[in-house]
């Protein structure tokens, strides 16, 4: 697979973190690989699907914001292929728990080798970035056990849901910042860290990660709707089916609270909480849910979380990197238009 740096806004530093980009890929692909072939054709299976690298990309353009020198280096990109094989073995997990039938557009991994498989294979991706941490000394272990342990929070509290009382819509963007936007923060905070850029500035990138981690997560929940399954690699509504509420359908419950619901909004209400096993009841309410205004509220919940995430890069100064940081947090949510 030949991976080049997304449009960043700076085509010169595109062109210095492409062939990162490329060693990184050569890296995943052999950290995925090394057991017998039944092992290695299920622990290989997302990463040969493929994927936008964001996670690598981001790394890489956060160690644009210390030594030159080591903005490259092998400790960078050692960083950078365990938070993708993070990431990855995270997926394997999701879709057991989700029950997902697709992921990028091929098969998923429970779907074809099963539940106790692919929740095997997701842990030995795990070991594997857990090993390439390692080699990074003692304080990037304990960040990256402490995302970790964020991942499988997150993961966890989605399961139990909210207390009695509690906002959901708080509660949910609290799982997404612990299941997505952990691990984004972490993808940004190795870059900077590792190639010299200093706490402060790792702190800073660190904040803007996780908070265009979660804007980068609302925006899929509009895209899960919005998008065929044949442009998302995904089954359009499926957390739906499972009877997990994402952000469009939590906003239409909050309205509902508070006594707002307009006629659509009560009718979709009622199709979720009814029988959704068959495909043709899933169609209709995902076809509901595109047509009704809550999209686009949400859509706007995502542009707003997008540009909080660009005003924590104020500290920093100008320059390739800020600029691509900017055009990287634009590029979470242009999706939508």
Not at 97 to 124: C, E, F, K, Y
Not at 127 to 146: D, F, M, T, Y
Not at 290 to 305: I, P, S
């Amino acid at each position: 697979m030949t991976v080049s740096a997304p449009d960043l806004s700076a085509p010169d530093l595109e062109s210095r973190i492409t062939p990162g980009l490329e060693v990184v890929e050569r890296r995943l692909r052999e950290a995925v690989s090394g057991s017998r072939d039944l092992v290695d054709e299920l622990t290989s299976h997302l990463a040969r699907a493929g994927g936008k690298r964001l996670r690598p990309v981001l790394t890489l353009v956060c160690a644009q914001l210390g030594d030159p020198g080591l903005a490259l280096s092998e400790r960078v990109i050692t960083g950078a292929t365990a938070v993708e094989l993070t990431h990855l073995a995270s997926l394997y997990h999701d879709d057991v728990m989700d029950s997902a039938p697709t992921r990028r557009g091929v098969p998923s991994a429970q779907h074809l080798w099963g539940n106790n498989r692919a929740i095997l294979a997701g842990d030995v991706l795990f070991a594997r970035a857990s090993v390439l941490i390692a080699a990074l000394g003692p304080e990037l272990v304990a960040h990256h056990a402490k995302t970790f342990e964020r991942l499988c929070i997150g993961q966890l509290n989605e399961t139990f849901g909210p207390l009695e009382g509690e906002d959901r819509v708080a509660f949910y963007i609290r799982v997404l910042a612990d299941k997505t936007g952990s691990l984004v923060a972490s993808a940004a905070h190795f870059g900077a860290w590792l190639s010299g850029a200093g706490e402060e500035t790792a702190r800073i990138v660190s904040a803007f990660g996780e908070e265009i981690g979660v804007a980068f997560q609302i925006a899929d929940d509009v895209l899960d709707l919005a998008s065929t399954g044949e442009t998302s690699g995904k089954t359009p509504g499926t957390d739906l089916r499972e009877g997990v509420d994402t952000l469009p359908v939590l906003l239409l419950r909050r309205r509902e609270a508070e006594g707002r619901i307009d006629e659509d909004g009560a009718r979709i209400l009622a199709a979720l909480d009814a029988d959704l096993s068959s495909d043709e009841a899933l169609d209709r309410v995902v076809s509901a849910l595109r047509a009704h205004d809550v999209l686009e509220e949400t859509r706007q919940l995502a542009r707003e979380r997008a540009e909080r995430a660009i005003g924590l890069l104020d500290p920093l100064p100008e320059g390739e990197a800020k600029t691509a940081l900017v055009a990287f947090a634009h590029l979470m949510v242009d999706r939508l238009a």
